[in-house]
């Protein structure tokens, strides 16, 4: 964050010095996130807090250029006096390598979605987890959660899962097109929690039968991906079901869901909350999560 001088023409004409403010500019790396509502939502706190906040979109498909070219963005904003960058999929998992440090959350779930660029280092945090975590405890506080099936295994799927056990969940099966991917989360969250805390490798309609609740964390449902991580006969009204995609807010599978009667939490709270820890590591000012749910919300 920088000072600089604002200077306005007075009505003779001469220049008037009139207030020395904070700058702040950040971005958001990631793939097919023109919809992205957290521009718009960094922007109105920084105004609300008195802070010149210029956020903007670093998408990747929008510039015909994949994961490869990390290195070059992460060069580029640190050239133009970046605070930092979001990480959003695809690589939220691919920017590690080149960051020179990790916050204990980032290193335990090998993901970050926040980097904060400052005095020539790069340093990872992951604020998804919270964000998940904060907006479940708000929105779906009473759902019994023996056994929640989680669909994706990747970065957002390492936050989430991580959240769902600190809630106390007793047991998550995790379903990934990628089986090697799904064991390593597996085996990194029995590490953690403990043997009995996750597992794969199971049918999902044996899964989805006896489960209390589910959680895609895949890109499916996005725009770019449309879809749904589970046959729709598998919803029943017994379910609780959650998606962290939130562009668009309303999913086919919350659609499905919520007409089978299922309880349903959209990706909106988790991106709400997971900005809210960014917004703080990026200006180092203490953020209003209820008023950015209203601007999320005003959306």
């Keep these: 964050m920088t000072g600089e001088r604002l200077e306005i023409g ?25 919809a992205s ?29 994949d994961a490869k070219a990390l290195p070059d963005i992460l060069k580029a904003a640190q050239y133009f006096g970046l605070a930092g960058l979001n990480i959003t999929h695809p690589c939220k998992q691919a920017i590690i390598p080149l960051l020179d440090e990790l916050s204990p959350e ?34 779906l506080p009473d759902v019994r959660r023996d056994r929640v099936v989680q669909f994706g295994a990747g970065g957002a799927g390492a ?6 056990l600190t809630l106390n969940t007793g047991e998550i099966v995790v379903i990934d097109t990628n089986a090697d991917r799904a064991d390593n989360l597996v085996a990194a969250l029995r590490g953690r929690f403990g043997r009995s805390c996750a597992t794969t490798g199971v049918p999902i309609a044996e899964a989805m039968a006896t489960a209390d609740g589910m959680v895609n964390t895949t890109p499916l449902g996005m725009a770019k991906y449309p879809g749904m991580a589970v046959p729709v006969d598998l919803l029943r009204p017994d379910l609780w079901v959650s998606d962290i995609v939130y562009f668009p807010l309303e999913t086919e599978l919350l659609r499905q869901a919520r007409a089978r009667g299922c309880r349903t939490m959209s990706g909106g709270g988790m991106a709400v909350f997971q900005a809210v820890g960014s917004f703080r590591l990026f200006t180092g000012r203490e953020p209003d999560p209820e008023r950015m749910l209203q601007h999320f919300s005003e959306m």
């Design 37 to 65: 509502r957290t521009p718009r939502l960094h922007e109105r706190e920084g105004a609300e807090q008195g802070l010149r906040y210029v956020y903007k979109l670093i998408d990747l498909d929008a510039l015909h250029i």
């Design 106 to 139: 980032a290193a335990v779930l090998g993901a970050v979605n926040t980097v904060v660029l400052k005095d020539g280092r790069r340093v990872g945090h992951n604020t998804d987890w919270w964000g998940f975590a904060e907006s479940f405890r708000r929105e």
């Design 10 to 34: 007075s009505r003779s004409g001469t220049a008037t010095d009139v207030w020395a403010y904070p700058s702040v500019l950040v971005g958001l790396v990631g793939s097919g996130i023109q």
């Design 159 to 164: 936050a989430v899962a991580h959240a769902l």
